[in-house]
Every structure is written in C-alpha cells, then in structure tokens.
C-alpha cells in the first residue's frame, strides 16, 4: 500500500475516527432528529385521524341537526293542522252560537209582535166598546128619524176606518 501512497497505520486510525464520528454523529444527531421526525409523523397521524373523527362528528351531528329540522318541520305542520282544526272548530261554533242568538232574537221578536198585537187588538175592542157606547149614547140623545139614524151610523162607521186595522 505504499505504493499507492497510503499508509495502513494512518488509514486504519482516519477509520476508526470515522467510524466514532459517525456513531457520535449518529447518537448526537442522527437519533434525537430520527425521534422527532417519527413524533412528528405520529403527531400528524393523530392529527388526521383526530381529522377524520371530527368529520364524522360533524357528519352525524349534520345528520342529527337536519332530524331535528325535520322533527321541528312535522312538528310546525302538526301544529299548524292543530290550529287550523281548532279555529275551523271554533268558527262552527261561533257560527252555531250566532244562529241560536238570531233564532232566539227572533222568536222573541215573534213573541214582543204577539204581545203588541193582542195588546192592539184589545186596546182596538176598548176603542170599539167606547165607540159604540159614544154612538149608542148620541142615538140616545137624539131624535130617532131615519136620516138621523143614518148620519150617525156613518159617523161611527168613519170613526171605525180611522181606528189601527187589525194584524192577524
């Protein structure tokens, strides 16, 4: 190896410090930079599995809100239905207690008619009663010659065409 200008000695001791530098450099270096891209690589394995999982949660939570939705929309229309039915029931009744009152207003409009008509008719009979007794009286009082007669029968009828007509 002289030859090729290389000493044994020299070349075996360059290895063996090269062989320590590359342990050294391999323990001080090498390893801890290894450990903390494999730390690294977890730490992004643990981010995208923690990535997926959150995607999950919001996939069911999407799904849970968009139930919800739905429920709350069936609930609205249930609602709603409910009110309609209820108003709709309500007017049927408002309406039936609009025809009783009317029935009852009117029957007793009926009813204060037949008063004022029998309360007309028998004021109609005194009116009839005072006539005929004020006719009676005044034949009484009178001479009783035919054309007299006859003037006092058409007086009385005139008063009687003045008198209210009778409703029946």
């Given at each position: 190896?002289?030859?090729?200008?290389?000493?044994?000695?020299?070349?075996?001791?360059?290895?063996?410090?090269?062989?320590?530098?590359?342990?050294?450099?391999?323990?001080?270096l090498?390893?801890?930079v290894?450990?903390?891209?494999?730390?690294r690589?977890?730490?992004?394995?643990?981010?995208l599995?923690?990535?997926?999982?959150?995607?999950?949660?919001?996939r069911?939570?999407?799904?849970?809100?968009?139930?919800?939705?739905?429920?709350?929309?069936h609930?609205?229309?249930?609602?709603?239905?409910?009110?309609?039915?209820?108003?709709?029931q309500?007017?049927?009744?408002i309406?039936?207690?609009?025809r009783?009152?009317?029935?009852?207003?009117?029957?007793?409009?009926?009813?204060?008619?037949?008063?004022?008509?029998?309360?007309?008719?028998?004021?109609?009979r005194?009116?009839?009663?005072?006539?005929s007794?004020?006719?009676?009286?005044?034949?009484?009082?009178?001479?009783?010659?035919?054309e007299?007669?006859?003037?006092l029968?058409?007086?009385?009828?005139?008063?009687?065409?003045?008198?209210?007509?009778?409703?029946?």
């Amino acid at each position: 190896m002289k030859e090729l200008g290389l000493d044994l000695g020299l070349f075996v001791s360059q290895a063996v410090n090269f062989l320590l530098f590359a342990l050294l450099l391999s323990m001080a270096l090498v390893k801890p930079v290894m450990r903390q891209l494999e730390q690294r690589a977890e730490r992004i394995k643990k981010g995208l599995q923690d990535a997926e999982e959150a995607e999950r949660m919001v996939r069911l939570a999407e799904a849970q809100a968009q139930k919800l939705v739905d429920e709350a929309r069936h609930q609205a229309r249930e609602i709603v239905e409910t009110a309609t039915r209820s108003a709709e029931q309500q007017r049927q009744e408002i309406l039936a207690n609009a025809r009783q009152e009317a029935y009852e207003l009117q029957q007793r409009a009926h009813e204060q008619l037949a008063r004022e008509e029998a309360e007309l008719q028998f004021e109609l009979r005194d009116e009839m009663i005072a006539v005929s007794l004020a006719a009676a009286s005044r034949l009484l009082e009178a001479e009783l010659d035919d054309e007299h007669h006859r003037r006092l029968v058409q007086q009385f009828l005139d008063e009687a065409r003045k008198l209210p007509v009778e409703r029946t």
